[in-house]
């Protein structure tokens, strides 16, 4: 199936109801969570067979300038959220840097199931490039040899990571871990398979990985995945915020992380 493509500041109410459900719920909530940037932005919805038929938002900066080099930056999400919504761990950060940096362009993949069912099941990322090279071409954002691209996660959005590395889709000079190396319960989960994929040299292409830990997990696993990853692996120190959870914080504010240091 072809992706198909909606402008979420435009659509009508007519086209709106011949949507399925799950897509006109994640429509309508991005209008209400970006409308502080309706018409100065591009927020556009993308729903391709990459990313099994669940929906993508592609948020284009105010300001943006297609001559200018791009940094492209995919994140997934955790548990108990969505792609637009407003209290998301995510958001806040999304916002402040689209008026920061109007050269970052923000691919933000649904969970299938998530809308409106709190279902956040990241067995739908077959195909993380392409996902985003639908999203991109569906926002009319061309790629070229200075395209930048950066893949994040928070909390379980690392299934998601784990899934991208696991399949070979993963595209991503900086690939960015907010406190997401779990296992599950019943068995192992995206941090055994991460490392799994690190050791089968799934870092190939990437340039920098940074985690961001709260203490949340055993530290064992970073100091793993840092041995594991050849020197491209570094730990940036979580800034705590005061009102939230540091696991919380670990989205708010490290989802564009420091510059790595200077190789000596």
């Known amino acids: 199936m072809p992706p198909r493509t909606f402008e979420v500041g435009s659509i009508t109410r007519e086209a709106l109801s011949q949507l399925p459900p799950a897509w006109a719920r994640t429509l309508e909530q991005a209008r209400s969570t970006w409308a502080e940037f309706l018409p100065r932005a591009r927020i556009i919805l993308t729903i391709s067979s990459a990313n099994q038929g669940a929906p993508t938002l592609t948020l284009v900066p105010p300001g943006f300038d297609p001559a200018k080099p791009v940094t492209v930056q995919t994140h997934f999400h955790g548990d ?9 761990p995510h958001t806040g950060n999304i916002k ?40 991109l071409a569906g926002a009319g954002v061309i790629e070229t040899s200075a395209t930048t691209y950066v893949v994040s ?39 055994t398979a991460i490392l799994s994929a690190v ?21 064992e696993r970073d100091d793993q995945l840092i041995a594991a990853g050849g020197g491209k692996v570094r730990k940036e120190e979580l800034v705590p915020r005061q009102g939230i959870s540091n696991h919380e914080a670990a989205a708010r504010h490290h989802l564009v992380p420091k510059s790595a240091p200077p190789s000596s």
């Open 80 to 88: 108990a959220t969505s792609i637009a919504a407003a209290a998301g």
């Open 96 to 135: 402040e840097q689209l008026l920061r940096d109007p050269q970052r362009v923000w691919v933000l993949p649904e969970a299938k199931g998530n809308v409106g069912l709190g279902n956040t099941n990241w067995n739908n990322v077959k195909d993380q490039a392409g996902t985003t090279r639908d999203a």
């Open 153 to 191: 996660a928070h909390s379980s959005g690392g299934r998601a990571i784990a899934a991208a590395m696991t399949s070979g889709t993963l595209q991503a000079d900086q690939l960015v871990l907010l406190d997401c190396l779990f296992e599950r319960e019943q068995g192992p989960g995206a941090n």
């Open 199 to 219: 050791k089968k040299g799934g870092l190939a292409q990437v340039k920098d990985v940074v985690i961001v830990a709260t203490g949340s997990y055993p530290g």
